[in-house]
């Protein structure tokens, strides 16, 4: 998985036609928002669990984008679409052992419940799919064809019965999510995660009151080569906006499995509880500068302490995997590499905030 990473990595510098390298996947940013997340007082002990036990404010950064490892037209890229947040002045050690003590708390989630791949093994192949996708497109109806083969047989590497059925319909459900402002997006960890003492899943839900005062809602991606990232600006300068953090315990391992991601957890046996709001305030983030300095961010989902331990084997590649992408591609850019103490660093709040 490194290997094929740093080579996509390193040929994206010429590949993208941006001139720089970009990640392997979630290439295209759509903005950086400047933010803040409240942890709720008066949480029932069990969800009251590591930073969540301790009611504060912590100032925020967000990066929206697509899942798409291209960097082209809106048009060009898929649905799935990415939310990763970090927060800053966060108490004890990362499980990073190369920068334990940054105190800022990451996470990073998509537009979906459940994820395309199982398994380490399965994730070789479905990798190079979505690298070389724009290849089988292409072609047109026997490209697309193709694809979906290559995707079921593990590019013939499967027998019949290990055929990747349950991944392949994940990735249909999860290829058709709506084409709507990011905003009006759900988005989850996926994979699941430790809560402190128990199992759980986080999911990143807009505030309806918030959601039903977004203008631009559908996005045409037919209308123009960029839609997502004007109708983020637009919507951000005219009004503060909101989601809630939650969590959702596991309790039932078999209904509720942590290694097969392609199973969304019930809510009628454990449903969502808030544990913390996400704000924005009224904020301009036109600009190249706040691309710059978006795309010079690090987010990993193991930048986080010990009580919220990702879990499940692809969770767990993803540690190594999302390390070693970051290096690269800061060298390659001739970026810096080293996490922000403040959220002022990165996009101070005076040059964010706009005044009426």
Request: charged share 25%; net charge neutral.
């Amino acid at each position: 998985m490194i290997e094929r990473m740093e080579r996509y990595i390193t040929d994206s510098v010429s590949a993208e036609g941006i001139g720089q390298a970009v990640r392997d996947a979630h290439a295209k940013g759509y903005g950086l928002v400047r933010g803040d997340v409240e942890i709720l007082g008066g949480l029932p002990q069990e969800y009251a669990q590591g930073i969540f036990a301790t009611p504060g404010r912590h100032d925020a950064l967000v990066r929206f984008s697509n899942g798409s490892p291209h960097a082209g037209a809106d048009a060009q890229l898929g649905r799935a679409t990415g939310l990763g947040v970090k927060m800053f002045d966060v108490d004890g050690p990362t499980l990073l052992e190369d920068e334990p003590d940054s105190r800022t708390f990451d996470y990073n989630t998509i537009n979906a419940p459940v994820f395309f791949c199982n398994t380490v093994q399965h994730y070789l192949f479905i990798q190079d799919l979505f690298l070389r996708a724009g290849e089988y497109f292409a072609e047109g109806k026997r490209g697309r064809h193709r694809f979906f083969r290559d995707y079921v047989t593990g590019k013939g590497s499967l027998e019949p019965d290990d055929w990747a059925w349950e991944e392949f319909l994940t990735f249909l459900i999860v290829s058709q999510r709506p084409l709507v402002n990011v905003l009006l997006s759900t988005y989850t960890t996926m994979g699941a995660v430790r809560h402190g003492e128990y199992i759980a899943k986080v999911r990143i839900a807009p505030d309806p009151a918030c959601a039903a005062a977004v203008t631009e809602r559908q996005m045409d991606v037919t209308s123009a080569a960029e839609v997502f990232r004007p109708a983020l600006v637009a919507e951000l300068r005219e009004r503060p906006y909101a989601f809630d953090i939650q969590v959702q315990l596991c309790a039932d391992l078999t209904r509720m499995p942590v290694e097969d991601l392609t199973v969304e957890w019930p809510e009628q046996l454990s449903p969502y509880v808030t544990v913390a709001r996400l704000r924005f305030p009224r904020q301009d983030i036109s600009g190249e500068e706040n691309l710059r300095r978006m795309d010079a961010l690090s987010f990993t989902p193991w930048r986080v302490t010990a009580a919220h331990r990702p879990l499940g084997s692809i969770m767990r590649a993803r540690k190594e995997v999302y390390r070693r992408s970051s290096l690269l591609r800061h060298r390659l850019n001739g970026q810096e590499r080293r996490e922000p103490r403040t959220a002022d660093e990165v996009l101070p709040l005076r040059a964010t905030v706009r005044e009426r």
